[in-house]
């Protein structure tokens, strides 16, 4: 019977595995990380679809690191001149020209580092993306589904996949088709890759939070904005970072 107890249960070995199997790949994560913000760069941060969930957990939150950007295919039209109707395209991720647009609109510097999520890792503005990226000489980190990328077919034209191009690839551990709960007749419920995604974006965090501490340096980390004096002291530090950052409600 499919039932929430079921899914718990699934889920916690799951997590066990990756906080052990991905250790190494965290550190060598949060040590581009950690290099590029130290030497004043920002920490971009892209996925698409469920994806954006990864990038959202990364960027301008309570606890998580100030100098990252959270990049969106929403950009297209809140921070450039698409019209509103390109975002009812559901394909519209597998479109390699919509990176251009995206990297543009991130105006990146040299020291900005990259991490881009992806189950699949086959789609076109993911992979597209990616490419520009190390074009740019930006250190690239992917998070992906080692097993489902494997599985699939390459949808961008050099047919490569996100996984091919980085520096660092983070296993999310999510089965093919990133659902863990097999249905009677076929088919799976109840998908695992947020709730990993979730949890490697704050083993990244705490990892470049301990780097800046070992180099005798204070984070620059949000407080809640909802406690006394959280206001005050993300301006501060937001500050630091004028025209880079971006922030909508």
Known sequence: MISAQRYADAVRPVLDRLVDSQAVAVDRAADLIASGLRAGGVLQAFG????????AEL???AGGLVPANRLSLHDLVLHGDAPRDVLADPKLERDP??????YALAAPQPEDVFVVASQSGINGSVVELATLVKRGGHPLIAVTSVEHTARVAPRHPSGHRLADLADVVLDNGAPYGDALLPL??????????SVTAALLAQLLTAEVVRRFHQAGEVPPVYLSANVPGGD???LAL??????RLRRTA
Not at 184 to 193: D, M, N
Request: hydrophobic share 40%.
């Open 48 to 55: 698409a679809g469920h994806s954006e969930a990864f990038a």
């Open 59 to 61: 960027v301008a939150r």
């Open 97 to 102: 020209a919509v990176a251009h647009q995206l």
């Open 184 to 193: 009677e007749g076929g088919g799976a419920v109840c998908a695992v890759s």
């Open 232 to 234: 005050e002291h993300n």
């Open 238 to 243: 937001e500050s630091r970072y004028a025209g």
